[in-house]
């Protein structure tokens, strides 16, 4: 098994070579005779594309079918908050951390999950601890849904650095949401969506671009 590599983002997801069966013909339709790593690509090339709902029939199916690696699908954890299955996606980040406890990211998910599901103060105090996470600016960012520092804290943080830029705006975006400041939640996604940070966000940089498209307008 792959080892994992700390950080939402830059998560490996283990060799899924087995060929998975379908539970229902529903299921079935897209993803018959697929190996699980196939799956993946093809889920996350479907939420990339904006069509969330389809992404989630391959993911639900690595999930079911390799329950072994079914905690390190963050991927699925965020198609789960935009298809508004809270309950499930609050799950999903509570078993991440079990195979990946460093990773501020998957603490702010599971925030963002609670406050949807159960508003912002039930989110607080559902805030799941994290270790050491040295990413520019995640120890700020968890500092901030925690409550103890402000968003303009969290920008001063990133500096200059393109990626930490990218990661503050971002989570902002996310935060500012979740508090109910539309207005500021709308520019930071605008700014987190912009193409210079492409290369810099990776996948999430595409988590942004979905956010954009379907909450951010």
């Excluded at 699980?36 to 029939?57: C, I, K, N, P, Y």
């Excluded at 078993?95 to 912002?120: I, K, Y």
């Excluded at 303009?152 to 508090?179: I, K, N, S, T």
């Amino acid at each position: 098994m792959t080892s994992p590599r700390r950080g939402i983002a830059g998560w490996v997801v283990p060799n899924l070579g087995v060929v998975l069966l379908c539970l229902t013909p529903a299921a079935c339709a897209p993803v018959l005779g697929q190996t699980a790593g196939e799956l993946m690509r093809q889920a996350e090339r479907d939420f990339l594309a904006g069509r969330v709902e389809e992404s989630l029939v391959g993911f639900d199916q690595v999930a079911r079918e390799r329950p072994d690696v079914a905690p390190q699908l963050w991927q699925r954890g965020i198609a789960l908050y935009y298809a508004g299955r809270y309950v499930e996606c609050r799950q999903q980040f509570e078993s991440h951390r079990l195979v990946n406890p460093a990773d501020v990211e998957n603490a702010t998910w599971h925030f963002l999950c609670v406050a949807e599901a159960e508003g912002p103060e039930a989110a607080l105090a559902a805030l799941l601890p994290v270790g050491r996470d040295g990413r520019t600016p995640m120890p700020e960012i968890y500092e901030m849904f925690a409550g103890r520092l402000t968003q303009q804290q969290v920008m001063e943080a990133a500096g200059g650095d393109p990626r930490g830029q990218f990661y503050a705006h971002l989570y902002l975006a996310l935060y500012q949401e979740a508090l109910g400041q539309s207005d500021a939640a709308r520019d930071s996604i605008m700014l987190a969506a912009d193409s210079r940070f492409a290369a810099a966000g990776g996948y999430m940089h595409g988590v942004a671009v979905v956010h954009r498209d379907q909450r951010g307008r």
